[in-house]
């Protein structure tokens, strides 16, 4: 305490707790807000991570609410027939597991921590402020505001720099730590406020205000040089056309089965294709940019990030029950790495980050089954998120809008997920775990009567 700084955060610690105790709401729906505009304090300080203001202000809400609904449940109860949440809660029983058998069983709890006061407050005590249908809108205009802040403040920087493609990897720092999880996120916000514009008639000076909202997401996203989160916008919209024209599955998985029978058998001259592609990630042409994700002759990025994923897999075959522990794959993947998959950009004492991919992160920190759970999760989200489109009326084109652009949303980040891991993050957690909240209060609403009131009692 002798640091004369630290004092100064105390009138803010007090206005965080009245609004805690006597304005829950807003403070909650601050949240999202916060959540673009939130930085990480490791950047400058030798600490531990940790994202200010919304991550104290998650874990304090955590244990409010967790008081409150001991003393007085506010839960509603139809949420514990769902089978997102039933999902949720195997997947963080097994990363409870798999934390006691971890090789850092400190770093697993700490991670395990920061998974409960990101899905405690936020999908499971969501589903009781959502209830007012103007908090779902208010939650997501105040996320897309935020972060087209956030954009506006990076293209402003950027521009110094005549928008090139090296600082465009840096520029949206300190609010973000890179370009990947920038363009993660912007992906994510462009649906929503496609859907925002969509859902109902606004007044004039709202809709310029949602065109302009979508032109400079649409700028942002173009200039943070991510082709990842380009390809996951052409996914998103490839689900909306499924969904809106109700296009059948079958057709679908049966061609995808043929293409990956195709890739199987013609894969050494797929392989020898690729190994021509000299296009690299630097380059700021788009068409070049886009065709150097299939680069894995010469592009440092791709090759380091095959380096990451042969390290998740020879983790998983090390440990293919439980694996190293959640959030352990920064400390343990070094001694993994092959020769032949080190690029100028790998590091000897694996301290670069995580697994490039949420899926093969789950296998190699929490085994197959805790794959199998994280899979579990992703699967239960989309179900949900889908069944709930397919069922509400026709009528209801307001809500539909919005639950198509929220699905989306979300099909942006998990097509992402492939080849980066952020739901460890607030900026990835809030808004998705936002999103499902508000899913489960659209579900409990077009409930047959006869199911409401037995989940009332």
Known sequence: MNDPSVYSLIPVALLAIYFAIFQTEKLFLSLAFLTPLSVNIEEYTSSFGLFVPTEPLLFGLMLLLGAIQIKNPILPKHIWRSPLIWAV??????????????????????????????????????????QKNSNRILFLWLFISATVIVICYTLIHHSF??????????????????????????????????????????????????????????????????????LSVVGSIALAFVLYYKISWKPIVALSVVALGIMFIQWDDIQMELERNKYEHTTEAFDERLQSAANISTDASNLERINRWSCAIAMFKERPIVGYGPGTYAF????????????????????????????????????????????????????TGISLYHRLDRTQKADRIIVLSSIMALSTYFI??????????????????????????????????????????
């Open 89 to 130: 809660v195997i997947y963080l029983l097994w990363l409870l597991i798999t934390a006691i058998t971890s090789s850092h069983p400190l770093v697993s709890f700490k991670f395990i921590l920061a998974k409960l006061w990101f899905i405690i407050p936020v999908l499971f005590f969501g589903t009781y402020f959502f």
């Open 161 to 230: 720099y005549g928008f090139g493609e090296k600082e465009g990897h840096w520029v949206m720092s300190p609010f973000f730590k890179d370009h990947t999880i920038y363009g993660a996120i912007v992906a994510l916000v462009f649906p929503l406020a496609v859907g925002l514009y969509l859902y109902k008639k606004h007044s004039p000076l709202v809709q310029l205000t949602l065109l302009g909202f979508i032109l400079i997401i649409i700028i942002g996203l173009v200039l943070s040089y991510t082709r990842a989160a380009w």
């Open 332 to 383: 343990e993947y070094a001694p993994f790495q092959r020769p032949e998959n080190l690029t100028i950009i790998s590091t000897n004492f694996g301290d670069m980050g995580n697994a490039h991919s949420e899926y093969l992160g789950a296998l190699a920190e929490t085994g197959f089954f805790g794959l199998l759970s994280f899979l579990a999760v992703v699967a239960a989200i989309f179900y």
């Open 416 to 457: 992402h997920a492939f080849l980066n891991n952020y739901l460890d993050t607030d900026k990835a957690a809030v808004p998705i775990w936002g999103i499902c909240a508000i899913w489960l209060v659209y579900e409990f609403e077009i409930m047959p009567p006869n199911d409401q009131s037995i989940v009332k009692d």
